[in-house]
């Protein structure tokens, strides 16, 4: 042992049994007075007591002559049989102020934290960066635990388990953490390594730390997870609401520990903003939140609160920029007094916030609100850069709102639009019973073009119109007001279905080749039912539509074949028509594909809900109605859904008179004669001077302009109607005489003397009918 330098043996009660001559120059003790007595005695006099006998790293040991000396020991456990315990080596070397070789400078003035510790987790050595972090010097922490420099918490016994996992298994480890530094009362980031220490037998005796504080880019890490979490939370619907929420749901607990957001008024209803009051801001809270910890809001959301001028979010708002304030500034005790709740019995203060940051809400050059975040429960109050990263998810929280507010703006406009289009009370007419439902899309694709209509037709006939625009929105809406009355228009004229749906086809066709270029392709689908209660046909063309459903008196039904022809806007295709026999009593079921059609609905299976549903007994129309659409619709319908039912009814012989005319002018007085037995029996006699007079114009214009079979009918429904029918085409037309013309003044005395006259085209010729009322009861 002579030759070793600083060297010493204790067996396991620490008594020495070996000793150097470098330990002799060190303390002065000679090995014979140092053998056989406590080493604690010789080089760590006032050490705490405790296995090992020595602690590792810095002690002072007392000097023969009674200077102390300060030492640096490392202290190498020996095992005896058995692996028992059998004592340590011990070496030692003078603890100088400074390094003297270039490695150990190099140790002290790493940019790293490094530190050494021993198999306890007692620290043997600690350079410069390691001190600053822990908060005092060297010499203050050698020999202590880990765990008694640092303190117990989560954090730090983490730390301590990965330490003792490094010496049990020989093997390094790398890992981050997130806590709080001895020396700081921020968090900070950690990227650490740690490796064991071997002697030269290769046993581990300690264990090596580096710690590289990456605080600023576990920040960066966050604010760019926060931004990216941003995309996909805020604004996953058009509602105003639902976004706010969905903006404070993401600042709490991540960014803030209280959130909330205050629109302006007209953001959730005017269309243009106001202009800025002067006196003071009102705002209206639409959302807010609280982390667990925090203090609750004293403004009630739904409730409107006016802001001074000279408060944050007022200067938030009017400055258009994050406006950052702590505890103890100007203005900030202020807001806390005014905005936060009390807090109850043992929950958090008022004093414990201690930061606040007021962002505005600006999206497209306009200002919707303002957002407030407070923190209490983080340990960090607001820097610039939360300002900046508040700013950016402002930003894009006010964007989606403002998308909302458009949608919903679009929405409401498009709605009051379409509702003034379709028709609000169905006219009176005696063909049919009739229920419709009109139910407006929820999607964010906006209100489509669906559309309906019941148009009475000359000889009680009534027209049954059920269409679909493509697109949504108020330039599909603006569509369908054009058809809505290119329709009535084309059913005055009293055009056959299929030739009716031509003209329709070309008007879109006009339409679009018309329209500007930033104005979505225009088409449309269209279905036009003709109902006649006299014969009791139906006669119906489709332009693209679904096919209507037959639901007869028995309760049966069935899916009409009708050809369903190319959709309006496609041009220089036929539309064909299909004529049915229709029991009185059926019911004919109109509508349009949102009923049947969606992302994730099989259509066949749709189409038999929708027969079965229109079979189950009701009993009335509108009861029926609201039983399909419970049955077929799902919750949410991804589009427009219109809905029309007609019950047929039948006018029977005793309300029709039909009397054939033959060509001879002398038939003009019997079918007057004849027109005045029937009013006779109708008990209309009161009617029949004017109905006479009719009779005889009309039939005569049939006689000398038409061509025969010459044919009138008589029908008494809500109106008397009387018709002529002939096989000439040539449609009449009222023209002014001349005071020595003979003729020519008989239609003027028919629309004169009646309620409405007009002519449609048959396939055997033409019609020419008038209306007159019918005496009241």
């Not at 009660?13 to 330990?23: D, K, L, M, N, P």
């Not at 203050?140 to 880990?146: A, D, E, V």
């Not at 964010?444 to 019941?454: P, R, S, T």
Request: charged share 25%; with cysteine; glycine share 8%.
């Amino acid at each position: 042992m002579e030759d070793a330098s600083a060297a010493v043996v204790v067996d396991a009660r620490g008594i020495v049994t070996g000793w150097s001559e470098g330990a002799r120059r060190l303390t002065g003790h000679p090995a014979d007075e140092a053998v056989g007595r406590a080493v604690r005695d010789l080089l760590a006099g006032d050490a705490p007591p405790g296995a090992p006998p020595v602690p590792s790293g810095a002690v002072v040991a007392p000097h023969r002559d009674g200077h102390p000396v300060p030492l640096r020991l490392t202290l190498c456990p020996l095992h005896g049989a058995g692996d028992a315990p059998a004592g340590y080596v011990i070496t030692a070397e003078p603890a100088g102020p400074a390094e003297r070789s270039l490695a150990g400078r190099a140790f002290q003035q790493a940019s790293l934290a490094i530190s050494v510790v021993d198999t306890e987790q007692r620290f043997v050595r600690l350079n410069d960066a390691a001190c600053e972090v822990m908060g005092g010097p060297e010499e203050g922490l050698l020999g202590r635990t880990f765990l008694d420099a640092v303190g117990r918490t989560e954090h730090t016994r983490r730390v301590d388990r990965y330490l003792s996992r490094v010496v049990e298994t020989g093997e390094p480890l790398r890992h981050e953490s997130f806590g709080r530094a001895p020396a700081d009362s921020r968090h900070h980031a950690w990227n650490v390594e740690m490796w064991p220490v071997r002697d030269l037998t290769g046993e581990v005796v300690g264990t090596a730390m580096a710690g590289l504080d990456s605080t600023e880019q576990h920040r960066a890490r966050h604010r760019l997870a926060l931004l990216n979490e941003a995309a996909t939370a805020i604004g996953t619907t058009l509602d105003v609401v639902r976004t706010a929420e969905e903006f404070v749901e993401l600042l709490v607990p991540a960014f803030a520990d209280f959130a909330a957001v205050d629109l302006l008024d007209w953001v959730l209803g005017a269309d243009e903003p106001p202009v800025r009051p002067d006196s003071g801001v009102p705002l209206r809270r639409v959302a807010h939140r609280s982390a667990e910890g925090a203090p609750e809001a004293a403004v009630r959301l739904g409730r409107t609160d006016v802001h001074p001028p000279r408060s944050l979010p007022a200067l938030a708002l009017r400055e258009c920029r994050a406006v950052l304030a702590r505890a103890g500034e100007p203005g900030f005790e202020q807001w806390a007094a005014e905005r936060v709740a009390p807090a109850p019995a043992g929950g958090p203060r008022i004093a414990d916030v201690h930061s606040l940051l007021a962002v505005p809400l600006r999206a497209r050059g306009t200002v919707l609100g303002v957002a407030v975040a407070v923190r209490n429960v983080h340990p960090e109050g607001y820097a610039p850069d939360d300002a900046v990263l508040a700013e950016e998810l402002a930003s894009r929280a006010a964007l989606s709102v403002d998308n909302a507010r458009r949608f919903a703006r679009e929405r409401a406009t498009a709605l009051t639009l379409q509702h003034s289009l379709l028709p609000k009370e169905l006219p009176g007419q005696a063909a049919v019973e009739v229920a419709h439902r009109y139910l407006p899309s929820v999607s964010a694709a906006g209100i489509g073009g669906d559309w309906f209509d019941v148009i009475p037709l000359a000889g009680s006939r009534v027209a049954l119109v059920v269409g679909d625009v493509v697109g949504h929105g108020i330039p599909s809406t603006a569509t369908m007001g054009r058809l809505c009355t290119a329709v009535r228009t084309l059913a005055d004229v009293d055009l056959p279905p299929d030739e009716l749906l031509t003209h329709l086809d070309d008007l879109v066709t006009h339409l679009a080749a018309d329209a500007r270029e930033d104005i979505a392709e225009l088409g449309s689908t269209c279905l036009y039912a003709v109902y006649d209660p006299v014969s009791g046909r139906l006669t119906a063309a489709a332009a693209g539509h679904p096919a209507p459903v037959l639901v007869l008196p028995d309760g049966t039904s069935r899916f009409l074949r009708v050809n369903a022809g190319p959709p309006l806007g496609v041009g220089g295709l036929p539309f064909e028509a299909t004529e049915i026999a229709v029991p009185e009593g059926s019911v004919v079921a109109l509508y349009t594909d949102g009923l049947i059609e969606g992302r994730d609905r099989d259509i066949d299976r749709a189409t038999e809900e929708l027969r079965s549903a229109l079979s189950v007994p009701a009993g009335s129309l509108e009861s029926l109605c609201d039983g399909v659409l419970k049955a077929v619709l799902p919750e949410e319908p991804g589009d427009d859904v219109a809905l029309l039912l007609a019950r047929t009814r039948a006018l029977g012989a005793d309300r029709v008179a039909t009397r054939d005319v033959r060509p001879d002018p002398e038939e003009v007085a019997a079918a007057r004669e004849w027109a005045g037995e029937r009013l006779a029996a109708w008990g209309l006699d009161e009617t029949a001077f004017v109905t006479e007079l009719v009779v005889s114009e009309l039939v005569t214009n049939a006689l000398r302009y038409g061509a025969p079979p010459v044919q009138l009918r008589l029908i008494r429904d809500r109106t008397l109607i009387c018709e002529v029918a002939d096989a000439s085409p040539t449609s009449p037309h009222l023209r002014r005489a001349h005071a020595f013309d003979e003729g020519g003044r008989g239609l003027l005395l028919v629309a004169q003397l009646t309620q409405r006259w007009g002519s449609r085209h048959t396939d055997g010729g033409k019609t020419i009918w008038a209306e007159q009322p019918l005496p009241q009861p």
